[in-house]
């Protein structure tokens, strides 16, 4: 069984998320490609795999274009086999309920506009790059991170992941796609 990762990433979060994913599927037996969504939302080609994975990111209430405009042109394909989503933000990493529907109303909108239902969605905690941000980001979001618990050394970089839960969430999808085979 083979397995197709298709990702749209700002500060290359995601990306590595998606490589890890990659890695945890190959120990399990499962060949899997890692993709970016690129300008051209017919590549890559889901036909050719079994199983597909897109992952992307939030920033301000949206996940990249790319992926997006992949997921849109690719909907019939993605509705017809096992396909699932990966929603890497923040927010994943609290506890605010507040944000959690923040979370699922951004999925809401991105289902509507790629008509594609994901049969299955895991959020993912992103991470806080203050080394990748300008002045004012890094200022916003030491604001942000300052409202919700989350560590605000401005010269450090934080992973969020639960890895283990990602881990446990691609080899599941993977396996009970290969057993349904």
Known sequence: MRVLIVYGSTEGHTRDLCHYAARALGEAGY??????????????????????????????????????????????????????????????????PHDWEGCEDCLAKFQHETEWTP??????????????????????????AAQRGQPTVTSRNYDLTNYDA???????????VSQAR
């Open 31 to 96: 060949p899997t490609a890692v993709e970016p969504a690129g300008p051209d939302a017919s590549e890559p080609d889901p036909g050719p795999y079994d199983a597909v994975i897109l992952a992307a990111s939030l920033h301000i209430g949206r996940y990249q274009a790319p992926l997006v405009a992949y997921a849109r042109a690719q909907h019939e394909v993605l509705n017809a086999k096992p396909a699932v989503f990966i929603s890497v933000s923040l927010s994943a990493a609290g506890f605010n």
């Open 119 to 144: 049969a299955l969605v895991h959020h993912a905690a992103g991470a806080i790059r203050y080394s990748q941000y300008d002045f004012f980001k890094r200022l916003a979001l030491k604001f942000i």
């Open 166 to 176: 990602l881990r446990q969430f691609v080899t599941t999808f993977a396996f009970g």
